[in-house]
């Protein structure tokens, strides 16, 4: 075959391949692809020099949206260094430089009214400036940009979308125009190092996510105007503080859930619900006051704050939800408002440091495990309005050695006193028709297994359930019609009758006599050791020797003195004499609670015009005052007021209970 057929032959060829193959949409000139890029009826073309790495789009009109694997330089997006963007551009479509890894900068012209959905997700961009005439940032439109470092997004535009700049770990700070709306769910979500976000006046929404896992993020301003907080919108960040605008009335769900830096909070005046987890987990929290406009605490909202040291609830809550205060093992009180008839489970469960708490006259119910873990509690009164204790209440209250439970009481439910090993008996009254197996009187043993309490004593109404419980479960049963006033001096109406009737109830004392309690009769230093230490469940001392020249080992109070002593409740007034008859004024008896509980700090000033700061009882009178023992009269302490009988056994009542704590 001669070279002209050759020729011939190989062109048809060619021809016939070329008429079998796609049609190709990239157009190769050397190191240059180009092609179409415009949205329907917008004349955009590109083109890519894969030896420089310049990504040029020209033309006028609005990109086409893609998914990513069908852009169409997405084979080369990882080489792509540098994009042209034409002036007439007026949308930046969906995707399209989607893990342009290689990409740190990019000029957007100032007719970009629109940047689609992951426009820049994953590229390497370490700046970018935000046209002012912005109306739409999609969502997801610079997510994964670990690079860049700041952003000012313009107030053209009604939101943030989702996800906007989700993990980029690199920016630092923010600033949101006045006129953006609202700032989309997960929209600077893991942003770890930003640190300063400046919020605009007209933001009225703020979604699930928005801020949550940015931990630099130690403050931020929040408008007037905002309304409305998803879920998890601040959780795990680096909150100090935080201040509510009156706007918000809910606080979403886990919105600031392990702060663990978060020491202050300031709800609006019109806060009326914290959801669930809400603050969970913020172990710095040390104070937090409710508005009373507040209506629902959710479940878990302050679980594991243990800094949290009070609250004061308020008179209208409906609503204190399952496991709301579990684990907050700095509260010592708490009082609960009268609005609530039922205490959900788990409610204050492993409060360890609590000592008082003070039970509405409303309250019906307390659930599963409510105060269960509650080591700090030593006496208990419940109210009469109670009818159920469930299922393992109190259960781990290791150092509780009274209860005295109420007349219309139905119920104990299985495990509520259970590992209460101070606890050596109890009182059930006839209105009580079901106690569940090993509520009172066990302990938990090896494998699972529980074992009776020696010499537990139950006291009730013969055939009554007291006596069936006693009798199942081979405990002393001792007969007995309940606890009633003996004494002719004391009467319901009197400020100190609770305080008398529990100091009985609990062998803390008895009446001078059978029928008089002589309230108004004063008490000496050794009536007051022996008060106290026998409320204490009569501890032994180790030791038996009395250093007092005045009170021997032979002296009806010796035992509780040297307790006492031992314990650095009180000393002598010198070092051979403790003067047990000397009468004990005010500011003793609240001096040796102050001494009991370590001599604690205190976070008021101090209220008393008559105390002053060389006074040896200053910080007792001043702790007693804001833990509500005692109050004074017309803002002076009276340091030296004679303490009478009444006054000893309601301090004693006060202090162990939480009931009935002055106001």
């Not at 310049?54 to 852009?71: Q, V």
């Not at 933001?203 to 699930?208: F, K, Q």
Request: aromatic fraction near 10%; glycine fraction near 10%.
């Amino acid at each position: 075959m001669n070279t002209k057929k050759r020729l011939a032959a190989l062109v048809l060829c060619l021809a016939l391949i070329c008429s079998v193959l796609p049609r190709m949409t990239l157009t190769a000139y050397a190191a240059a692809l180009s092609g179409e890029c415009g949205a329907e009826g917008d004349n955009l073309t590109w083109t890519l020099n894969t030896d420089t790495g310049l990504l040029t789009i020209s033309g006028s009109g609005a990109m086409a949206d893609y998914e990513p694997e069908s852009l169409p330089w997405y084979e080369y997006r990882e080489s792509i260094s540098a994009v042209e963007l034409p002036s007439g551009l007026t949308r930046i479509g969906n995707s399209a430089f989607f893990e342009c890894a290689a990409l740190t900068s990019v000029s957007i012209p100032a007719g970009v009214t629109s940047i689609g959905f992951d426009a820049f997700n994953g590229s390497g961009l370490t700046a970018v400036e935000l046209p002012t005439g912005l109306t739409v940032l999609d969502d997801g439109a610079f997510c994964g940009c670990t690079g860049l470092t700041s952003v000012t997004i313009p107030g053209g535009i009604e939101g943030v979308g989702w996800s906007a700049f989700q993990d980029c770990t690199g920016l630092t700070s923010v600033s949101i125009q006045n006129g953006v709306e609202y700032v989309g769910g997960s929209a600077f979500l893991g942003c770890t190092g930003l640190s300063s976000v400046t919020l605009p006046g007209s933001l009225t929404s703020v979604g699930e996510y928005a801020f949550a896992d940015c931990t630099a993020l130690t403050g931020i301003t929040l408008p007037e105007s905002l309304e409305n907080l998803g879920e998890y919108v601040f959780a795990n960040s680096g909150l100090t503080g935080i201040t509510l605008p009156d706007g918000v009335e809910v606080i979403g769900n886990y919105d600031f859930s392990g702060c663990t830096h978060l020491t202050s909070v300031n709800l609006s005046g019109n806060t009326k619900t914290i959801g669930e987890s809400a603050f969970a987990g913020c172990t710095g929290l040390t104070g937090i006051s409710f508005p009373q406009s507040l209506t629902h605490i959710e479940p878990a909202a302050f679980s594991g704050c243990s800094a949290l040291t009070a609250v004061s609830f308020p008179a209208d809550l409906a609503k204190l939800g399952r496991e709301s205060f579990r684990d907050c093992t700095g509260l010592t009180s708490i009082t609960v408002p009268a609005s609530l008839t039922d205490l959900e489970d788990y409610v204050f469960a492993g409060c360890t440091g609590l000592t008082g708490i003070n039970l509405p006259g409303s309250l019906k119910t307390i659930g599963e495990y409510t105060f269960s873990g509650c080591t700090g509690l030593t006496a208990l009164v419940l109210p009469k309005s109670l009818e159920l204790i469930d299922r393992s209440a109190f259960e781990g209250c290791t150092g509780l050695i009274s209860v005295t439970f109420p007349e219309n009481l139905v119920s104990i439910g299985w495990y509520a006193f259970l590992d209460c090993p101070a606890l050596s008996s109890v009182t059930i009254p006839a209105s009580v028709i079901m106690v569940g197996g090993y509520s009172l009187g066990y302990l938990s043993g090896a494998d699972n297994l529980t074992v009776k309490m020696d010499d537990f004593v139950i006291y009730g109404t013969v055939g009554t359930a007291a006596q069936t419980y006693a009798e199942e479960n081979s405990f002393p049963f001792n007969p007995s019609s309940g606890i009633t006033n003996p004494f002719v001096d004391v009467n319901e109406s009197d400020f100190f009758f609770n305080a008398v009737m529990w100091a009985v109830a609990n062998d803390v004392t008895g009446g001078v006599d059978d029928t008089h309690f002589a309230p108004e009769r004063t008490v000496m230093r050794a009536d007051a050791m022996v008060f106290f230490w026998a409320a204490k469940g009569r501890p032994h001392a180790s030791s038996t020797e009395s250093p007092f020249k005045d009170v021997k080992s032979t002296h009806w109070a010796a035992d509780a003195v040297m307790w006492a002593v031992e314990n650095k409740i009180t000393g002598g007034t010198s070092a051979d004499r403790f003067s047990p008859s000397q009468t004990c004024s005010r500011s003793e008896i609240l001096q040796f609670l102050y001494a009991s509980v370590g001599k604690p700090g205190y976070s008021i000033e101090n209220p008393y015009s008559d105390v002053y700061d060389n006074h040896w009882y200053r910080d007792g009178a001043i702790w007693a005052y804001e833990n509500r023992l005692e109050r004074g009269e017309n803002g002076q302490f009276n340091a030296k007021t004679p303490c009478t009988r009444a006054y000893v056994v309601t301090y004693l009542y006060r202090f162990f209970t939480g009931n009935d704590l002055v106001e």
